[in-house]
C-alpha cells in the first residue's frame, strides 16, 4: 500500500508537467483546430533556455534565482511560440487544415535538426544544473516526498491556476474562448482573432517553458530529443481529458503521469512509453471525446 | 421549366446527335441532358466509342506486357549483387520508392494523414525476415534449382510480412479512422513507437541489436517488380470506384458520406493496402540490407516518407516517385557538405523542405497531377481543370 502511495506521488508530480505542456496543445486545438506539433520543441527550448540562463546568471539566493530563470525561459518561449504561429501558422490559416499539420511537423523536425546541430545544442545530452536543493521534505508512514517534487506540483498548480483566472475572468480570457466557440461569429463582435491566437500561442508557449525547466530539474538530463515523446504524451493527456477542454488537460495529465508511474512501478520501465499510447488507442475506441470533451457533430 | 428545358435539347439536338438522343426520352431530368464532366473525362469509352472488348483488354494489359519484360530485362543483365554504390542507391531509391507510392494512396488520395509508416515497415521487414531466416537454410523446393526456391520463398515472405502489416494497419485503422482526422497522425505515430519498443524488449528478433543475418534475397529486380506493382496498384486503384470514393472522401468528407459512401470503410481500405506495401517495403529492405534494426524504424523514417509525399505533391503518383528518388540521391549529393561540416543535414534538409514547400507551393512539385496528364492534355482538349489524374 505504501508503495502504491509512493507511486502515486511519483506520479503527481510528472502528471502536473505534464498536465502544464497538455494546456498549450489544448488550447491551441481549442482556438486552431490544430495539433500544434511545435508544442514539444517549445517545452524542450524552455529547459534549454533555463539551463542556458542558468549558467550565465550570476549565483545569489537560490529561490529568487529560481524564479528568475523561470521567468527568463517563459518569456523566451512565449517569443518563440508567438514567432511559429506568426512565420508558419497565419499564413496557412485559410489552407487546408492538413497543410499546417504538415507545417506543425515540419517545424517541430527543423526545430530538433538545428538544435542538434553543433553550434547549437549540439546531439549530446546537457546536465541541467540543479537550481533548487532536493531533499526529503516530509514522509508520513514510509511514503516521502521529496522537496523537488512538492515544487514540481505547487508551481505547476500556481500557473494552473493562473491561466484558469486569465481565461475565465478577464476580457482576454473571454475573447479566447469566444475564438474558441466559434472564430468567425467572434470576429464579428468585434474581436480581432490574429491577436487572441497569437495571445493563445504565447501563453501556451509561457507553461511549456516552465514545465521544461521543472522537468530539466526532476530528470537533469536534456537534450533536443527530449520534447519528442514528452510531447506526444502531454497531447495524449489532452486527448484523453477531451481535447479543447482545459479542465480535462488537467485531469488527463495527471492520469497519464500517474499510470505511467504506476506502470514504472510494478511493470518494466522499458513499455513506459507504449503506455500512453495504449490509452489514447483505448480512450479513442471507448470515447473518442475523451473524458471531459463535448461531442461536436461536424457541420457543413 | 420542362418544356423550356426540352426547347434548349431540340436546339442543340442540330449541333449533337447524342445530346439529342438523351433530351428525347421523357422522364430525364435536365441535369442529365449533358454528361457529367467526369464521364467525358474517363478515357476509354469517350476516346474511342467503338473499341472492341479486344482493344480495352490490351490497352490494360499493357502495363503487364511492357513491365515485366523489362524488369526480366534488368535482372538479367545486372549481376545478383552489384558492388557498384550507384547500384547500390538505386536499390534504396526504389525501396523508398515503394513506400512514398504507398503512403501516397493514405496520405494522397484519401487525405488522412498517417505518421506510422515506419511502423508499418518495421511489421513487415520483422515478419519477413523471420520467415526466410527460419524457412531459409532447411527446406528447399525439391524440383527447383537453389536460386529459384530461395526466390519463391522470399516472395512468399513479402507477402506475408505484407499481410501482417496490413493487419496491423487494420487494427490501427479500425478505431482511428472513425474519429476526426489528426487524431490518425498521432494514432499511427504512437502505434509505431509502440511496434519500436514492442522490437526493442523482443529477444527473439535482436531486441536493440537488430536482426542480423538474413540472406539478401532482394535484389534490383525484386525491388523494381514491387515498384512496378506499387504503382500499377495505385493508379488502377485510382480510376477505380474505390478510388473515386477516396477522392471524395479527401475533398469533403461530409459530402462524401452524403452522397453515399460508407467513409470509414473506404478509409480502412486504403490504410489496409497502403500498409501492406510498407510491409513489403520493409520486407525489401531487411533482405536488401541484411540487417533490421529498430532505430531505423524510428519517427524520423515515418517523417522522410511523408516529407517524399508532400515533396512529390499529395495524391500525385509520379509525383511520389521523383520525389521518393530525389530524396534518398539528395543527402547522398550533399555528402561532400557533410564531410566538409562534420555534421548530419539530412533532418535540417528534410524538414525545412517541408514548411518551405507547405508555405509556399503547398500542393508540391506535382500537384495532384500526374507525367502521363502532361501527354494527355497535349492530345485532347482540356476539360475541367478541378479534375483529378483517372
Not at chain 1, 489544448?26 to 524552455?46: K, P, R
Not at chain 2, 470506384?241 to 460508407?262: K, Q, Y
Request: with cysteine; proline share 5%; net charge positive.
Amino acid at each position: 500500500m505504501t508503495e502504491f502511495v509512493q507511486h502515486l506521488i511519483n506520479g503527481l508530480s510528472l502528471g502536473a508537467v505534464y498536465a502544464l505542456i497538455a494546456l498549450g496543445y489544448t488550447m491551441v486545438y481549442g482556438v486552431l483546430q490544430l495539433i500544434n506539433f511545435a508544442h514539444s520543441e517549445v517545452f524542450m527550448l524552455g529547459a534549454f533556455a533555463g539551463f542556458y540562463s542558468s549558467r550565465w546568471l550570476p549565483k545569489f539566493r537560490e529561490e529568487p534565482r529560481f524564479l528568475l530563470i523561470l521567468l527568463i525561459a517563459m518569456a523566451f518561449c512565449a517569443l518563440v511560440g508567438f514567432l511559429i504561429e506568426r512565420v508558419a501558422y497565419r499564413p496557412l490559416r485559410d489552407k487546408p487544415r492538413l497543410n499546417a499539420l504538415i507545417t506543425a511537423i515540419g517545424i517541430s523536425m527543423l526545430i530538433q535538426a538545428v538544435g542538434q546541430l553543433p553550434w547549437f545544442m549540439g546531439p549530446s545530452p546537457q546536465f541541467f544544473p540543479t537550481l533548487l536543493a532536493n531533499g526529503p521534505l516530509v514522509e508520513v508512514g514510509g511514503v516521502s516526498v521529496t522537496r523537488l517534487q512538492a515544487i514540481t506540483f505547487v508551481a505547476a498548480v500556481v500557473l494552473m491556476i493562473a491561466l484558469h483566472r486569465l481565461i475565465f475572468h478577464t476580457r482576454l480570457g473571454t475573447a479566447m474562448r469566444a475564438v474558441s466557440f466559434d472564430g468567425k461569429v467572434a470576429a464579428l463582435m468585434g474581436i480581432n482573432p490574429d491577436r487572441v491566437i497569437a495571445f493563445t500561442f504565447i501563453l501556451g508557449s509561457a507553461l511549456a517553458a516552465a514545465a521544461g525547466i521543472l522537468v530539466g530539474m526532476g530528470y537533469p538530463r536534456i537534450e533536443p530529443m527530449m520534447g519528442l515523446m514528452l510531447g506526444l504524451k502531454a497531447f495524449v493527456a489532452a486527448v484523453l481529458g477531451g481535447i479543447g477542454n482545459l479542465k480535462g488537460a488537467m485531469a488527463g495529465g495527471i492520469l497519464i503521469g500517474m499510470i505511467e508511474a504506476l506502470v514504472v512501478g510494478y511493470g518494466t520501465s522499458s513499455y513506459r512509453d507504449a503506455v500512453a499510447f495504449g490509452i489514447l488507442i483505448l480512450v479513442l475506441v471507448l470515447k473518442p471525446s475523451g473524458l471531459f470533451g463535448r461531442v461536436v457533430t461536424e457541420k457543413v | 421549366m420542362r418544356p423550356d428545358a426540352e426547347g434548349g435539347g431540340r436546339a442543340e439536338a442540330g449541333e449533337n446527335p447524342t445530346a439529342d438522343a438523351e433530351s428525347r426520352e421523357p422522364l430525364r431530368p435536365i441535369v442529365n441532358r449533358r454528361p457529367p464532366p467526369a464521364a467525358i473525362d474517363r478515357g476509354p469509352p469517350a476516346a474511342s466509342g467503338s473499341a472492341s472488348a479486344l482493344t480495352i483488354w490490351g490497352r490494360s494489359a499493357r502495363p503487364l506486357a511492357i513491365g515485366l519484360p523489362l524488369i526480366l530485362v534488368v535482372a538479367w543483365a545486372l549481376p545478383l549483387r552489384s558492388d557498384s554504390y550507384l547500384v547500390y542507391l538505386a536499390g534504396l531509391a526504389g525501396i523508398n520508392v515503394v513506400l512514398a507510392v504507398s503512403l501516397n494512396i493514405v496520405n494522397g488520395f484519401t487525405g488522412q494523414f498517417s505518421l506510422g509508416h515506419a511502423g508499418f515497415m518495421a511489421v513487415g521487414g520483422y515478419v519477413a525476415a523471420a520467415i526466410t531466416i527460419a524457412v531459409g537454410g532447411q527446406y528447399q523446393l525439391a524440383f527447383l534449382p537453389e536460386s529459384m526456391s530461395d526466390g519463391l520463398l522470399f516472395f512468399g515472405a513479402t507477402l506475408a510480412g505484407g499481410g501482417a502489416a496490413g493487419i496491423a494497419g487494420l487494427l490501427v485503422g479500425l478505431p482511428s479512422l472513425r474519429v476526426r482526422g489528426d487524431y490518425l497522425a498521432i494514432v499511427t505515430l504512437g502505434f509505431a513507437e509502440i511496434i519500436r519498443v514492442v522490437i526493442e524488449n523482443l529477444q527473439a528478433v535482436g531486441g536493440a541489436t537488430g536482426l542480423i543475418g538474413i540472406p539478401p534475397s532482394a535484389s534490383i529486380s525484386w525491388v523494381l517488380f514491387w515498384v512496378f506493382v506499387v504503382v500499377l496498384v495505385s493508379k488502377r486503384l485510382l480510376a477505380s470506384t474505390h478510388g473515386r470514393a477516396l477522392l471524395a472522401v479527401r475533398e469533403d468528407e461530409i459530402a462524401a458520406e452524403a452522397m453515399g459512401v460508407n467513409t470509414t470503410r473506404y478509409k480502412v481500405q486504403a490504410f489496409v493496402i497502403s500498409s501492406f506495401f510498407a510491409g513489403v517495403a520493409g520486407a525489401l529492405l531487411g533482405h536488401y540490407l541484411q540487417i533490421l534494426s529498430p532505430k531505423d524504424f524510428t519517427f524520423i523514417k515515418s517523417i522522410e516518407v511523408v516529407a517524399m509525399v508532400v515533396v512529390g505533391g499529395l495524391g500525385s503518383i509520379s509525383g511520389a516517385v521523383i520525389a521518393a528518388i530525389f530524396l534518398t540521391i539528395l543527402p547522398e549529393a550533399l555528402r561532400p557538405l557533410q564531410d566538409y561540416t562534420g555534421v548530419d543535414l539530412r533532418m535540417v534538409i528534410y524538414s525545412s523542405l517541408l514548411v518551405l514547400l507547405m508555405l509556399l507551393r503547398p500542393t508540391g512539385i506535382f500537384g495532384s497531377r500526374e507525367l502521363w496528364d502532361l501527354r494527355r492534355s497535349r492530345r485532347r482538349p482540356p476539360v475541367q481543370a478541378g479534375e483529378d489524374a483517372p
